[in-house]
C-alpha cells in the first residue's frame, strides 16, 4: 500500500462498483484470487445499480437464463450462508395474462 492506504498495483482491477463490479470483486475474493482494486466513479451502487427495482424473475424461456436464474435463486435463500451478512428477500408469485393473440405464454 501507498502511504494514502490506497494499493500500488493489483492482481485484478474492476471499474465501476455496481452490483456487477461488486460480484466479481466477492467471488475473486472468495476464491483468494489476489489483490482486487474496485474503483468507481463514486461511491458503491451509485450508478444504475443503485436505481434498480432488484427483481428476481424466474421466468425465462432461454435455458442458460433458466440456469442461471435457478442458480441465483439458491443464493438469495442462501445469502446469509454464502455472504455472512443478512438480507432482505422475499420470494413472491406472479401471475400472466395469457391471451391467444400472445403466442408468448
Known amino acids: 500500500m501507498s502511504g494514502n492506504g ?13 452490483v456487477m463490479g461488486a460480484s466479481i470483486a466477492f467471488h475473486l475474493a472468495r476464491r483468494n484470487a489476489g489483490r482486487i482494486l474496485v474503483i468507481d466513479r463514486e461511491h458503491a451502487g451509485s450508478g444504475g445499480s443503485g ?14 437464463e433458466v440456469e442461471l436464474a435457478l442458480i441465483s435463486l439458491k443464493i438469495f ?10 438480507a ?18
Not at 436505481?51 to 442458460?64: D, E, I, N, T
Open 6 to 18: 490506497l494499493l500500488k498495483t493489483a492482481d485484478f482491477i474492476i471499474l465501476g462498483a455496481g
Open 77 to 86: 435463500h442462501n445469502w446469509r450462508d454464502i455472504v455472512g451478512e443478512t
Open 51 to 64: 436505481r434498480s427495482s432488484a427483481l428476481v424473475r424466474m421466468h425465462y424461456s432461454f435455458p442458460p
Open 88 to 105: 432482505s428477500f422475499a420470494g413472491l408469485d406472479s401471475c400472466a395474462l395469457c391471451i391467444p393473440a400472445n403466442p408468448s405464454c
